[in-house]
């Protein structure tokens, strides 16, 4: 399974992250040791949302989505 997920910063409440994965728990735990430059500034994480899917190309055009302009505006409508 290929997961998209969202990730809100315990210590920032503005900062939030998307990112794609197929280990969600060891994702979740890279970001909160510090291991990924985006969002070690920001740590402790905590998981918001994810959605689960069968096929990459499916999970990669989602994570571009929710990345983009309308893709936010859904996100802060939907998910967050």
Not at 40 to 47: I, V
């Amino acid at each position: 399974m290929f997961y998209v997920y969202l990730i809100g910063s315990l210590s920032s409440n503005e900062q939030r992250y998307v990112g794609m994965t197929t280990d969600l728990k060891r994702r979740l735990q890279e970001h909160n040791d510090g291991k990924s430059y985006h969002t070690s500034k920001f740590k402790p994480w905590r998981l918001v949302t994810y959605v689960a899917f069968s096929d990459r190309a499916k999970a990669g055009s989602f994570e571009r989505y929710l990345k983009s302009g309308s893709g936010h505006a859904f996100a802060n409508k939907r998910l967050w």
